[in-house]
């Protein structure tokens, strides 16, 4: 039976294996924050691009 692990996650997990618990800790809190951070320019990406649509919409709207 697997792991359910893919990609990314299983490198993860084998990296931490051979690790002490701090250590450990210690490179789970800067994976999330790796994370985190590719989320938020996923969401200032997103912001960006609802912007754009959003004015090209209300234009459509002025030419009413």
């Known amino acids: 039976i697997g792991s359910g ?7 993860i997990r084998d990296r931490m ?3 002490n618990p701090v250590d ?3 490179q789970l809190a800067a994976e999330v924050v790796k ?3 590719q989320l938020n320019l996923h969401r ?6 609802l ?4 004015g090209f919409f209300t234009s459509l709207e002025e030419k009413k």
């Open 51 to 54: 912007h754009v649509a959003n």
């Open 5 to 11: 692990l893919v990609g990314s996650e299983m490198c």
């Open 35 to 37: 994370r985190l951070g």
């Open 24 to 26: 450990q800790a210690r």
């Open 17 to 19: 294996e051979h690790l």
């Open 44 to 49: 200032r990406e997103l912001e960006r691009k």
